[in-house]
């Protein structure tokens, strides 16, 4: 139902003219379960008569049965429309209500806050302009709160007003509302939620929602209404970057043929010069068709038909843009998962990606880490579960024009479909950094790749060290799958070492991802960048005249030869330790972990054995002190100690 104007008796057309010019709002409600989302949209409808008589009507009779209020008008009941959500008092699905007043036309997503229905909110989400949070003033900031929170600045809402609701249930205590202002402040501030605001509401009452409070006479600020009415949503559109995603060709007779879609971003004249992507084939705009005719100027987010000059190649799935500024072009990016499934994500496997108008398979590569959404940390991780967020490498099997997400809501997402059963099960943010970049080991870089220095390092010789500490720096990488004893071995060689006065160090490989490498993940390319880092700081070790003992599982001989050409082929040995899989299995059910085998495939797919080890440890049969003193043994064949 549209806002109550006395035009509409004096002037239909002129009424509908200015409704058709209003500038249109979507705004989406989520948080906790019971943090009264659905109420407060009620309440925004009934106080702003939004609401028909017999709708009234039908809601009191309703609250009687299935409402929360003791018999009396519930709000909730609204958008609360599926017989499940009524029985069970929340929200399932997301709920869509369109309203106008006289300043604006807005579209409400009031999404469910159970951590169940995680992905109907970010489905809501996705095309919103601005967020309600709201926060029950007797709980605070809940898991859920922090989670949709992380969701609104993940998917680029910049608008976001912070509802305390259930005020009346505190006594309106302003200590309380200043209280999770400041608890949600913190957790926020390492969010990007540029816009953020702070209302105290009883929304059930209708306090501060159309209406200011009488009992809130300590807030100064404006209603949840009027903020709505006035926040400034402008500037939020992309209209630099010309965008049109090619739906349907339109060929409705021999004298016409038009390009349909709707303008992701950007503004787009009669008469501009095109290129259109893949072909990279150049043409001008000779008419620019809507349903209401021809215009000489469209924009985002507008649904247009593009007729050119030229006859160009162009179908379904290709892009439309300004020849100056033209997207990324991959197939590699790097993207932010919004897992949605009850089946986890699986690295590896082929799933459907749905990017604009164009859907290919790909495969996400690996996951680089998951999010915390409580303390939004970096956690190391092999899938993801429902509802969890997690940073990823995604390998498409031919390359999409796109941009960050950042920049370009809709260029830069794309959602994750299961090809056998058709279900969308998560959806991606693409991020800034260039995948395809960053998978370029840096031992392939020329520049900067090696430590060098100018002038003097030190003062001590390294016949000095040698003398000081009777022995020859040395790296001893002790290499092997998961579970095959190398960091245990490692850390018992370093004791046998360290009691008989060496000089010596363990370099754990795990130990090294929760620091200098805690940015890296598990792929190949990943696990080379690790090992590269590691190397050079075994060399600053050995340069120092220490001994180091590497404990990582190394795949690959290829990047083995790497570490040993960094560090010196006379000071680098290669320790194999090996154990059957039974043996190792059995280690990672004592240890907690899963199989082997899994545990193998999600961190480097094969495991090339070193082709000519110094030593190799068959730690299924030998203990750890024979294995020290054999370590030991050809230290001193190798005369690194006496």
């Known amino acids: 139902m549209s806002h109550q104007s006395d035009l509409i008796a ?59 209020t003791g018999g009396g008008f519930d709000p909730a009941l609204v958008t609360d429309g599926l017989r499940a959500e009524r029985e069970q008092g929340i929200t399932i699905d997301v709920a869509y209500r369109y309203f106008s007043t006289a300043k604006r036309k807005f579209i409400i997503a009031d999404t469910p806050g159970h951590e169940q229905y995680t992905r109907n909110m970010a489905t809501g989400a996705s095309t919103a302009d601005l967020a309600i949070i709201l926060i029950d003033a007797r709980h605070g900031v809940l898991t859920q709160t922090k989670r949709h929170s992380f969701i609104v600045s993940l998917l680029g809402i910049r608008h976001v007003v912070v509802t305390i609701n259930k005020m009346d249930l505190v006594g309106y205590s302003q200590e309380r509302f200043d209280e999770i202002c400041d608890d949600y402040r913190a957790f926020a501030s390492r969010l990007q939620l540029p816009d953020l605001h702070f209302i105290p509401l009883a929304a059930l009452h209708g306090e501060n929602v159309v209406d200011p409070s009488a009992n809130m006479s300590w807030y100064r600020g404006s209603t949840l209404m009027n903020f709505l009415e006035s926040v400034y949503i402008g500037s939020d559109r992309n209209f630099e970057d010309f965008r049109l995603p090619i739906q349907i060709v339109n060929r409705p007779n021999l004298d016409f043929r038009g390009f349909c879609g709707t303008v992701a971003s950007g503004i787009i004249r009669q008469g501009d010069e095109i290129m259109v992507l893949p ?23 507008q649904s247009i038909t593009l007729v050119l000059e030229d006859e160009v190649d162009c179908s379904r799935g290709d892009m439309i843009v300004r020849p100056g500024n033209i997207p990324k072009i991959a197939n590699s990016i790097d993207a932010t998962i919004v897992w949605m499934s009850t089946d986890a994500m699986v690295p590896g496997k082929t799933y459907l990606f749905k990017h604009t108008t164009q859907t290919v398979t790909g495969q996400i590569d690996s996951l680089k880490y998951r999010v915390d959404v409580n303390t939004l940390h970096r956690v190391n991780a092999p899938d993801l ?75 001590v010789s390294d016949v000095e060290r040698a003398a000081r500490f009777g022995q020859k720096p040395a790296t001893l990488l002790f290499t092997g799958l998961p579970s095959t004893g190398k960091t245990t071995i490692a850390s018992a060689v370093e004791r ?44 600053l070790f050995n340069d120092h005249g220490l001994i180091c003992l590497a404990a990582f599982v190394a795949p690959s001989q290829s990047v083995r030869d790497r570490v040993a050409e960094v560090i010196g082929k006379d000071r680098f040995f290669v320790i194999h330790c090996k154990a059957e899989e039974s043996t190792r299995s059995q280690r990672l059910k004592v240890a907690g972990e899963s199989d082997t085998t899994t545990v193998d495939r999600r961190s480097f797919g094969e495991y090339e054995a070193p082709d000519s080890p110094d030593l190799v440890l068959d730690t299924g049969t030998a203990s750890i002190a024979e294995c020290v003193d054999a370590v030991v043994e050809m230290l001193k064949q190798k005369q690194i100690i006496r």
């Not at 990943?526 to 050079?536: G, K």
């Open 10 to 68: 004096q002037d239909i057309l002129a009424y509908l003219e200015q409704h058709e010019r209003k500038e249109l709002l979507r705004f989406i409600t989520c948080g906790s379960v019971d943090d009264g989302k659905s109420t407060l949209i009620g309440r925004l409808l009934y106080d702003s008569k939004m609401l028909y008589e017999d709708q009234l009507a039908q809601l009191e009779s309703e609250s009687k049965v299935h409402g929360t």
């Open 496 to 539: 046998a070492l360290f009691d008989a006065g060496r000089a010596v160090s363990v370099l754990d490989g795990e130990l090294m991802r929760r620091g200098v490498n805690k940015d890296l993940g598990y792929t190949v390319e990943e696990r080379s960048e690790n090992l590269r880092r590691s190397a050079h700081v075994a060399k």
């Open 385 to 459: 579960q429902l509802n969890e967020i997690g940073r990823c490498s995604v390998t498409l099997s031919q390359p999409i024009y796109f941009d960050a997400y950042r920049r370009n809501r809709t260029t830069g997402s794309f959602i994750i479909i299961d090809r056998i059963t058709n279900a969308t099960v998560g959806a991606g943010m693409i991020s800034d950094r260039d995948s395809a970049r960053q998978a370029l080991a840096a031992w392939e870089s020329t520049e900067g790749s090696e430590i060098t220095a100018t002038g003097e390092v030190s003062q």
């Open 279 to 301: 072909a990279k084939r150049t043409s001008k705009v000779k008419r620019i068709v809507t349903f209401d005719g021809d215009v000489t100027e469209a924009f985002t987010p």
